[in-house]
């Protein structure tokens, strides 16, 4: 496994199943985009975790990286008796002060979005943190999903540049 993060093949595949159990009831369903919110808000705030190095956001989401790879390997290993497959991980870029202040806030959001949520949106918005957790640390997906770190940058030195506006 890799050392970083602990990310693994049958972890990858754990998220991957979880990401279809929450985007097929969608698709089969009407196809709603309201219906992805929960999913989604849990997905963006999982995703941003993961370029959170050096705090809580980022601790935790290296340990569902982990966890969800070591339990995944565990159930391989023991149905197919193969070892773990480890992958390399990456980070999708870095964060300014000024966009930390924007994934807190994010933070901030979805957790009061959790707390106002019934049940099955309440495992939605777990589901996309998981999934989110562990997909962005994969260096294809956190290439593709560089655009993430650097908006939360942008926004919040434009929240940064209206709080300075006239300053002496």
């Known amino acids: 496994m890799n050392a970083a993060t602990g990310l693994s093949l049958a972890g990858v595949a754990a998220a991957l199943a979880i990401l279809w159990a929450n985007l097929r009831p969608w698709w089969k369903g009407g196809r709603d985009p309201k219906a992805l919110l929960p999913y989604g808000s849990g997905w963006l705030l999982g995703s ?3 370029v959170c190095a050096g705090g809580a956001l980022g601790w935790g ?6 966890l969800l790879s ?3 390997d565990t159930a391989v290993g023991s149905l197919v008796g193969t070892g773990a497959a480890a992958l390399a991980s990456r980070r999708m870029g870095a964060l300014s002060p000024e ?4 994934v807190a806030l994010v933070f901030f959001i979805v957790a009061l ?3 106002v949520s019934d049940k ?13 957790a562990v997909l ?6 956190a290439s593709q999903l560089g655009f993430l770190p650097d908006t939360a940058n942008l926004v919040g030195a434009w929240g940064a540049s209206l709080g300075n506006k006239d300053a002496a």
């Open 61 to 66: 989401a290296a340990g569902i990286a982990g």
């Open 136 to 141: 962005g640390f994969m260096p294809g997906v």
């Open 99 to 102: 966009g930390g202040i924007v």
């Open 113 to 115: 979005v959790f707390k």
């Open 120 to 132: 099955k949106d309440k495992r939605r918005i777990a589901g996309g943190i998981v999934t989110g």
């Open 48 to 50: 941003l975790a993961t």
């Open 70 to 72: 070591k339990g995944g």
